[in-house]
């Protein structure tokens, strides 16, 4: 949105907070942006990094310019927090050279953030965080696209969604829905081959997204590039992504609209009940 419309409006903007773990930094960005960003609200994003973990995989120069640390700004309050993924599922959550300031930060969105959106593993680390709720080793990756079904259609975070979508998956480690039976997290979209796909928590005013409606065309291909590039053995196509099986092929995106639709939907839902004092986060129900 420009600043004169921008202007016009009688409101104040959604102050978005994006703690991004991925290494990939400008392309992590514009994904979750360009979600976020899309509808009529202003929205102010704010990158944030881990204070003792310098990126390798994004220039000085762009980390300096765009982000800022959790210590810097962990004394503001934001309407919404997005905590992505990280590559680092083969490890126990304790083994992860920045969990304790993880921990900080998960505790810091019970008074500092209206909704918070956990990603992946991110969300993984939130419920074993709050929850104690392990993550399970897979044998194989799990990597394609694969259906989930909408358990919830009343849900406002999933207003407008078919009674079933299309979503990418990535990743060697999933939730098990046994573990998750009364713990009041309810699965809002869920399949039978990839398990639990989003799920609410309401105690901590959080969603948790186990896969990647983010994800762009050519992502799930630029990571099978890159798996066959490492040498990764018994390495699979990603399941009902290219045409005919074909990696020549160009895939085609069958998720964009859900994904707009849920991010939409997170937006809106902040929107509709964060304080319009912003001040107030934390402080009211």
């Given at each position: 949105?420009?600043?004169?419309?921008?202007?016009?409006?009688?409101?104040?903007?959604?102050?978005?907070?994006?703690?991004?773990?991925?290494?990939?930094?400008?392309?992590?960005?514009?994904?979750?942006?360009?979600?976020?960003?899309?509808?009529?609200?202003?929205?102010?994003?704010?990158?944030?990094?881990?204070?003792?973990?310098?990126?390798?995989?994004?220039?000085?120069?762009?980390?300096?310019?765009?982000?800022?640390?959790?210590?810097?700004?962990?004394?503001?309050?934001?309407?919404?927090?997005?905590?992505?993924?990280?590559?680092?599922?083969?490890?126990?959550?304790?083994?992860?050279?920045?969990?304790?300031?993880?921990?900080?930060?998960?505790?810091?969105?019970?008074?500092?953030?209206?909704?918070?959106?956990?990603?992946?593993?991110?969300?993984?680390?939130?419920?074993?965080?709050?929850?104690?709720?392990?993550?399970?080793?897979?044998?194989?990756?799990?990597?394609?696209?694969?259906?989930?079904?909408?358990?919830?259609?009343?849900?406002?975070?999933?207003?407008?969604?078919?009674?079933?979508?299309?979503?990418?998956?990535?990743?060697w480690t999933e939730?098990?829905?046994?573990?998750?039976?009364?713990?009041?997290l309810p699965v809002?979209?869920?399949?039978?081959?990839?398990?639990?796909?989003?799920?609410?928590?309401?105690?901590?005013?959080?969603?948790?997204?186990?896969?990647?409606?983010?994800?762009?065309?050519?992502?799930?291909?630029?990571?099978?590039?890159?798996?066959?590039?490492?040498?990764?053995?018994?390495?699979?196509?990603?399941?009902?992504?290219?045409?005919?099986?074909?990696?020549?092929?160009?895939?085609?995106?069958?998720?964009?609209?859900?994904?707009?639709?849920?991010?939409?939907?997170?937006?809106?839902?902040?929107?509709?009940?964060?304080?319009?004092?912003?001040?107030?986060?934390?402080?009211?129900?």
């Amino acid at each position: 949105m420009d600043e004169d419309t921008a202007l016009r409006q009688d409101i104040r903007p959604l102050h978005i907070g994006l703690l991004n773990l991925m290494p990939t930094k400008i392309q992590t960005e514009v994904q979750f942006a360009s979600l976020i960003g899309a509808g009529p609200l202003q929205i102010e994003i704010t990158f944030i990094r881990m204070s003792h973990r310098e990126p390798k995989h994004a220039s000085p120069e762009h980390i300096a310019k765009f982000y800022q640390t959790f210590q810097q700004i962990k004394g503001r309050k934001f309407d919404g927090l997005i905590i992505t993924g990280a590559p680092i599922e083969h490890l126990l959550f304790e083994e992860v050279t920045y969990w304790d300031e993880l921990i900080e930060v998960m505790e810091w969105t019970q008074t500092h953030v209206h909704s918070t959106l956990g990603v992946c593993w991110g969300a993984m680390a939130m419920l074993y965080h709050f929850h104690n709720i392990p993550k399970h080793i897979l044998n194989e990756k799990l990597s394609g696209c694969f259906r989930q079904t909408n358990r919830r259609p009343a849900s406002p975070y999933l207003r407008g969604f078919s009674d079933d979508c299309v979503v990418p998956v990535s990743r060697w480690t999933e939730i098990r829905e046994t573990d998750l039976r009364n713990k009041n997290l309810p699965v809002l979209l869920g399949s039978d081959i990839t398990g639990p796909g989003l799920i609410e928590d309401p105690a901590h005013q959080s969603l948790y997204i186990l896969n990647h409606f983010e994800y762009n065309s050519q992502t799930l291909a630029g990571e099978y590039k890159r798996d066959k590039q490492r040498g990764q053995t018994n390495l699979k196509l990603p399941e009902n992504y290219f045409p005919n099986d074909n990696p020549q092929m160009t895939p085609i995106n069958r998720w964009r609209g859900h994904g707009h639709l849920l991010y939409g939907n997170w937006v809106n839902e902040i929107y509709q009940s964060t304080p319009y004092d912003i001040q107030k986060i934390g402080t009211t129900t």
